[in-house]
């Protein structure tokens, strides 16, 4: 019976041993060393377009200027083109970027145009001439105690770039 106790007491220690010393690491998210991850919108692809419907494919990319690995677990998004909004969403994919490092990946989008229809046909009339867009959201980082960084970007696509010959 003395043994039993002796046993669970010292299982116990270990185990809160380890997490605390775990938790070290998580550390760094926390504190003053940790800088927010830049988001890009770098791509927008269209997949399908429809009268009442349209299938995009809008192109992340995420830097990481930390000197530690940044699991990121998802991202919050609103994307303008023109003042009209493309998308809105989240992405619940999970990676980890490396550190100095960024990872790109894809999020599938379905929205309805058809109310700026005319609005985009215009803008695309002059293919030349820059679009503005926005990108607004949040960055979900760390797997247990991570935070969320809100982000903000404003830039200019080009559409003569992305459409063919």
Known sequence: MFYQAQTIR????????????????????????????????????????????QHFTLRFRIDNPNSFSLPIRGLDYVVHLNQ?????????????????????????VRTNLWRHL???????????????????GAVKT???FGRSV?????GEIIPGDYIPE
């Open 10 to 53: 010292i299982l116990s220690l270990l185990m809160f041993s380890g997490l605390v010393f775990g938790l070290g690491g998580c550390s760094s998210w926390t504190s003053d060393d940790f800088k927010d991850p830049e988001v890009r919108l770098v791509k927008v692809d269209v997949v399908k377009a429809k009268l009442l419907e």
């Open 84 to 108: 009209v909004k493309l998308a809105e969403g989240e992405s619940s994919t999970s990676f980890t970027v490396p550190a100095y490092g960024h990872h790109s990946f894809n999020v599938p």
């Open 118 to 136: 005319r609005q985009i046909v215009k803008a695309l009339d002059k293919p030349d001439e820059p679009i503005p867009y926005r990108l607004q």
């Open 150 to 154: 809100h982000m903000s970007r404003n």
């Open 142 to 144: 760390g797997w247990l």
